[in-house]
Every structure is written in C-alpha cells, then in structure tokens.
C-alpha cells in the first residue's frame, strides 16, 4: 500500500489548511488510518485518527476543536481539516494506515506511512 499526503503548505497563524491523504494499489477503506507530525527537534506525535467507517475518532489534546479528521470513502481518502492554525503546529505532517480497523494514538500499531507533507504556520 502506497500513501500518498499532500496539500501542506505556509499559511498566516489563524489560517487553515487541508491535508490529504490518498491511497494507490489497494484500500485504504476497510482500515484505520492516523495523521502524525513531527517538527525539527521534537519526537513524533499522533494528531488525529479515525476508524474503518469514520464514526469513530481521535484527537490530540493539542488540535481538539481546530482539526477534523474525515475520509471519503469513494475515493479512498482521508482528510485532514486544519482550522485557526498557530505557529506550534509547524510540521511535517504523515498518515499511516493502521493494522486494525479503529483508531489508535500508537505509531507501533500503524503498517504503512506515507511521505511527509510540510505545514509551515507564520506568526
């Protein structure tokens, strides 16, 4: 399975951004899948997760109520909704697909990563 995240970019402290995360060769549909970011210095960290379906997901207590994790079934994607960003949200940002279908905050249990897309917030 091949991921594939993109739509990262700069954007001004209060902006927003989109992030997406598609997939290629086979679904991502039946699986959780994670969004994780790390900034330069600073360990790994899960920002958001959703289940199989998308009734069911998870936030980091640093994004709740800013970020929305959705996925679009048909095209099988998932989406990364980035609202009222700051500068402590600067980046890269990757999403995994998980081994199981539900959420997870634990980078162990995700199989395969896509390549980073960088968030850059401007003060």
């Known amino acids: 399975v091949q991921l594939q995240a993109s739509g990262g970019g700069l954007v001004q402290a209060g902006g927003s951004l989109r992030l997406s995360c598609a997939a290629s060769s086979r679904t991502i549909n039946d699986y959780g899948v994670g969004w994780f970011r790390q900034a330069p210095g600073k360990e790994r960290e899960s920002v958001a997760s959703?289940?199989?379906?998308?009734?069911?997901?998870v936030y980091a207590d640093s994004v709740k109520g800013r970020f929305i994790i959705s996925r679009d079934r048909a095209k099988n994607t998932v989406i990364l909704q980035m609202n009222s960003l700051k500068p402590a949200d600067t980046a890269n940002y990757y999403c995994?697909?998980?081994?199981?279908?539900?959420?997870?905050?634990?980078?162990?249990?995700?199989?395969?990563w896509g390549q980073g897309t960088l968030v850059t917030v401007s003060s």
């Open positions: 959703i289940n199989w379906s998308g009734g069911s997901t």
């Open positions: 995994a697909r998980n081994r199981h279908s539900g959420t997870s905050y634990d980078p162990e249990t995700y199989k395969y």
